[in-house]
């Protein structure tokens, strides 16, 4: 018998009767429970989620706890199987794809926003047990993940101090006084300047998109860089953990199309291209009237100066139209205009 069997193949079922939206919620606390103790499962945080949740938007969050409190009880008095099945019988149609969402916000990591490993199997069992195809599952996945993207992105600009570029205005200081840079966009183009602490973006109405992400580094990663070697670490810093967390986690598709080490750039630099499948800012009409994001390509290069390392970024949109330079001169084109870019950046 495989480690979920006893859940998801359960023939028994509760006498308390459950409305499908009350199933829903079932599938979430039985997801939440299947590899924990019921100690260990946060009631509270399970409703908290769910009020979220489209299909309770009708529902009060007392209402919620109470539901969430009553499941509770049948699956740890009569067992998730027993829970399990009522909730199956109760779904309905229209709510089966609500119930695998549901599942899946009860596993997602929030602050990586991926499924981890060891939950994989038991999202699967999920899956089969509410006859998903994998298709279906993964589409479901990558909603619930690109979701939380975008309410991480509304924090983001909640945070942000946003401005429209002043004309007489030439020089963007960073607020902790580590470098001044020439403001690269016009007002007279949409140009707009964003930033918040450790970053600082540069946009306008034609697709111009340049960033400067900055980070004081602590002791424990000079030990790291000692350790690792300047190229290791600087390529690390961009393919292990700013494009998962910046690019990956809301365009899936994107990949590393080049990369390599510029010894004699900065006292050593690192180079990613990365290659983003409708991750351009600007938007292109389709025959049928609605708008799709262009493809794009975005350059990032580390590097430190000082006690700071610093991510220098420059996107370029592709159209579909366009006649295509080949990679390597994509690679050279948008490695240029970074670099030139970071020739105008005064570091202090």
């Known amino acids: 018998m495989g480690k979920y069997d006893n859940i998801f193949n359960s023939q028994e079922k509760s006498e308390q009767a459950l409305t499908p939206e009350e199933a829903v919620a079932a599938i979430a606390v039985v997801t939440a429970a299947a590899d924990s103790s019921f100690e260990d499962v946060d009631a509270e945080t399970i409703a908290m989620i769910l009020w979220e949740f489209e299909v309770f938007e009708e529902y009060s969050e007392e209402e919620i706890s109470e539901i969430v409190d009553r499941l ?15 909730a199956t019988d109760s779904l309905s149609d229209e709510l089966i794809l609500d119930a695998f969402a549901a599942g899946v916000l009860m596993v997602i990591d929030e602050e990586e926003l991926i499924i981890p490993q060891g939950k994989t199997p038991l999202l699967k069992k999920l899956q089969q047990a509410l006859d998903l195809e994998e298709e279906e599952a993964q589409e479901i996945i990558q909603e619930v993940i690109a979701a939380y993207e975008e ?17 007489s205005l030439q020089v963007y200081e960073s607020p902790l006084g580590n470098f001044s840079v020439s403001i690269p966009v016009d007002s007279q183009q949409g140009g707009i300047v964003q ?19 900055y980070y004081t580094l602590t002791p ?3 030990e790291e860089i000692e350790s690792m070697g300047l190229e290791k670490y600087l390529q690390s810093v961009l393919i292990d953990k700013y494009i998962p967390q910046a690019i990956s986690a809301s365009l899936p598709d ?6 390599e080490y510029l010894e004699d750039t900065m006292d050593g630099a690192y180079f990613v291209l990365v290659n983003m499948p409708k991750g351009s800012t600007i938007s292109k009409q389709e025959n049928n009237g609605t708008a799709a994001r262009m493809d794009a390509y975005r350059g990032l290069l580390s590097f430190f100066n000082g006690e700071f390392l610093y991510i220098v970024s420059s996107q370029h949109g592709i159209l579909s139209d366009e006649t295509h330079s080949s990679l390597e001169e994509q690679a050279y084109e948008i490695k240029q205009k970074i670099l030139a870019f970071v020739d105008t950046i005064e570091f202090r």
Request: hydrophobic content about 30%; proline content about 2%; charged content about 40%.
């Open 72 to 86: 509770m009880e049948i699956a740890e008095v009569q067992g998730l199987g027993r829970l399990f099945k009522t």
């Open 220 to 222: 424990e990663e000079e």
């Open 254 to 259: 994107a990949y590393v199309e080049r990369n």
């Open 195 to 213: 930033s918040q602490e450790g970053v600082v973006g540069f946009s306008d109405d034609y697709g111009t998109l340049l960033r400067i992400d």
């Open 151 to 167: 309410a991480e992105n509304e924090e983001y600009e909640d945070d942000d101090e946003t401005m429209v570029v002043d004309p």
